[in-house]
């Protein structure tokens, strides 16, 4: 058996090797292993990186890719991201309270004698707005632009059962909110047929100017004419 004592030693256990050895012939383990390459950074590990680059193949194929990957993560966020606000626009909503805002202005495009529109914010309910029929509107200027978070509306001549119906009311009413910048928002909103306060949600962002316009008269008959009582708004607080 050749000697081994001037061989080369074992990296594990220190042993001598013959030259020709690939493993230790006491443990086994390898006497020339490969050193290992360092590991690859993530991004290297996800395609199409995760192939190797040889004489610069398949480079402008990942760069048209990443390319496209980055168009469209930035046409999906355009995309979104009007949900997005709207979405945290509504959380807000939901974690605070709402408090009540007065108009500064108030203008109506008609008004019967003794029921001026300023009856409708004027906190009495046993006093209304009359006006001559459908189409009739009017228009709330705020002193600076605020979130339209809810709308209590009183319909007809009083919020007392008694004297609701003693003149027509509107059972729809055109709703139009305008920003600073001239931007408008309309809704159309179905009023109920009873006495009392009616709450409709807006949510409406920057609102700087409401406009109602009465629609759809019920109880309109000769003699009497259109009835709202009050008009209240309520921001975020």
């Known amino acids: 058996m050749p000697d081994e004592a001037a061989g080369v030693p074992c990296p594990a256990c220190d042993t001598p090797n013959l030259p020709d050895r690939r493993f230790c012939r006491r443990c086994a383990a390898p006497l020339n292993p490969a050193a290992r390459p360092d590991p690859l950074p993530w991004w290297r590990t996800v395609w199409p990186f995760r192939r190797g680059v040889r004489a610069s193949s398949g480079r402008a194929v990942r760069l048209l890719v990443i390319l496209a990957v980055v168009v469209a993560l930035c046409a999906g966020g355009f995309l979104l991201l009007p949900a997005g606000r709207a979405l945290f626009e509504d959380t807000r909503d939901k974690l605070s309270k709402a408090k009540a805002v007065t108009p500064v202005q108030i203008e109506a495009s008609a008004e ?17 707005w009359g006006a001559p029929g459908p189409g009739a509107s009017v228009t709330y200027t705020f002193r600076k632009p605020f979130r339209l978070v809810d709308l209590i509306i009183t319909n007809g ?10 003149q027509a009311r509107a059972l729809q009413v055109d709703l139009e909110v305008t920003t600073p910048d001239g931007e408008k928002h ?32 019920t109880g309109l008959t000769p003699g009497r004419h259109l009835a709202l009582a009050e008009v209240e708004f309520f921001q975020r607080s």
């Open 186 to 217: 309309t809704k159309k909103l179905a009023l109920s047929d009873k006495p009392g306060p009616q709450t409709i949600p807006t949510k409406i962002s920057d609102a700087k100017t409401v406009r109602l316009v009465l629609r759809s008269a």
């Open 157 to 166: 001549a009083s919020a007392s059962p008694e004297d609701y119906a003693h």
């Open 112 to 128: 019967l004698p003794r029921h001026p529109a300023a009856n409708t914010t004027d906190g009495l309910s046993n006093r209304y």
